[in-house]
């Protein structure tokens, strides 16, 4: 069975500064792994995807993410925080192959707090 | 956008009263999922569909039920509904297309259980 770690449940950081979200997996094989963010009220928004092409994966609004397999970690970075960036961040991995029905094993998440 | 519609957004019931939720989608994508938020547990998988009149359970499936009678529509019942299953409950889409294991979440739906 697989499952996520996200450090750190809130991660404050001043606008203009580096963000870096941390995330940690546990899989019996090669996983897929996702980041979502979600905007107060909203759904969940794919920020960005790990699916074994490249271990340097971006995203959308200037987000990145590292798969270090040595490491079982994806941390999601920006290098500079905008206010519009505060919004809870959901790291997350895909069962099995990533094929057929199964679903997302999420982490807790990660509330980031800009400050300005 | 995946085209996915939740109905109600919004709904207070009282305990031990039944309840369905509705997800709707307009791309007849094969795979659908319910999961359920809550804060400090992040979003976790209630029942899942691959196919109409095929489902699973998740891994929080105990009171809850699912029909999937065609493959837009993915129904979510809690036959006697109870306060611990106040929460915000997610309808999801696998988009096979985009990749392996790709999801796409609908607006949510917001059930209070007095």
């Known amino acids: 069975a697989q499952s996520v770690t996200q450090l750190g449940s809130h991660v404050s950081v001043s606008e203009g500064a580096l963000v870096l979200l941390r995330c940690n997996y546990s899989?019996?094989?090669?996983?897929?792994l996702f980041w979502y963010v979600q905007y107060p009220n909203q759904g969940l928004q794919l920020l960005l995807k790990y699916t074994s092409a490249a271990t340097l994966v971006k995203g959308i609004n200037g987000f990145e993410a590292e798969f270090k397999k040595s490491e079982t970690s994806f941390h999601l970075t920006k290098p500079s925080a905008h206010m519009s960036d505060a919004a809870e961040y959901f790291c997350?991995?895909?069962?099995?192959?990533?094929?057929?029905?199964?679903?997302?094993?999420f982490g807790k998440g990660t509330h980031l707090i800009i400050q300005p | 956008d995946a085209g996915i519609t939740q109905s109600p957004r919004h709904k207070v019931t009282e305990t031990g009263t039944p309840v369905t939720l509705r997800c709707h989608q307009t791309e007849n994508h094969r795979y659908m999922y319910w999961y359920r938020q809550d804060p400090g547990h992040g979003l976790r998988l209630i029942h899942y569909?691959?196919?109409?009149?095929?489902?699973d359970k998740g891994e929080v499936s105990d009171g809850y039920s699912v029909s999937r009678s065609k493959t837009e529509d993915f129904l979510l019942t809690l036959e006697s509904a109870t306060s611990s299953q106040t929460s915000v409950y997610f309808c999801a889409i696998k988009d096979v297309a985009g990749g392996p294991g790709e999801q796409y979440f609908g607006p949510g739906t917001r059930l209070t259980v007095t």
């Open positions: 569909s691959y196919g109409v009149k095929d489902t």
């Open positions: 899989s019996s094989v090669p996983p897929y």
């Open positions: 997350a991995v895909s069962g099995l192959s990533g094929g057929g029905a199964d679903g997302l094993t």
